[in-house]
């Protein structure tokens, strides 16, 4: 399988982000993002995920954290799109279910060159720290935008929004992992009856 690496900038009025990654890392990551509890997920999204990530963002956080974390969702999109190239020899689906105490999450991932998000998590709070939860899901369509992947999101139980947080993006990892990995009864083939994802 070819290298399956990708830089991708984005620039705005609002946000300047890089993203680096690395398909087949072995979950190391450097973020500077200027949002904490983001990091936090998405150290869980690399380490879990067994991919490299680095992630370098300047934004407009004196206003809050709207843009600069839907704009890392849609670069990091962008990057995962472009380090997998064809799918040539991939699974194409991954799953995952990860439980953390109390709270119980699954993520479907359908590789599929379309984007669709079905994304059912309650929060039990606004905020985490100062981190409104509700930008979860932004992150989540941003990326699932850009990624041009097919994502279901559910938390099947939980109470504690830190928790449910990081279940989501726990199990984003794994199921990111397990639809990237390569399909060694396909080796050479796209995993699709129209011959491109």
């Known amino acids: ?3 399956r690496r990708a830089r991708v900038e984005r620039k705005t009025k609002e946000t300047r982000i890089t993203v680096e ?12 993002t200027g949002v904490p509890f983001l990091e936090h997920m998405l150290e869980q999204v690399a380490r879990h995920g067994g991919l490299d990530l680095d992630i370098k963002a300047e934004g407009d956080l004196h206003i809050d954290a709207h843009h ?3 704009d890392i969702g849609i670069t990091m999109g962008q990057a995962l799109a472009r380090a997998a190239g064809d799918k040539r020899g ?4 991954g799953h995952a279910y990860v439980p953390l105490d109390e709270a119980l999450s699954r993520v479907v991932v359908d590789l599929s ?13 606004a905020r985490v720290n100062d981190f409104d939860v509700d930008l979860v ?8 935008n850009h990624a041009l992947v097919t994502l279901h999101v559910d938390c099947l139980r939980g109470k504690n929004a830190h928790h449910i947080a990081e279940t989501v993006f726990k199990a984003f990892g794994r199921a ?14 796209i995993p699709s009856t129209k011959g491109a994802l």
Not at 21 to 32: E, K, P, S, W
Not at 113 to 125: I, Q, T
Not at 176 to 189: F, G, I, K, P, Q
């Open 113 to 125: 060159g379309r984007p669709g998000l079905e994304f059912h998590v309650n929060f039990p709070r």
């Open 21 to 32: 990654v690395n398909l087949d890392g072995d979950g190391r990551c450097a973020l500077a």
């Open 90 to 93: 991939i699974r194409r689906y």
């Open 1 to 3: 399988m070819a290298e």
């Open 176 to 189: 990111l992992r397990m639809a990237l990995e390569a399909d060694a009864r396909a080796a050479d083939t």
């Open 137 to 144: 899901q932004e992150f989540f369509q941003g990326l699932t």
């Open 68 to 70: 600069t974390v839907e």
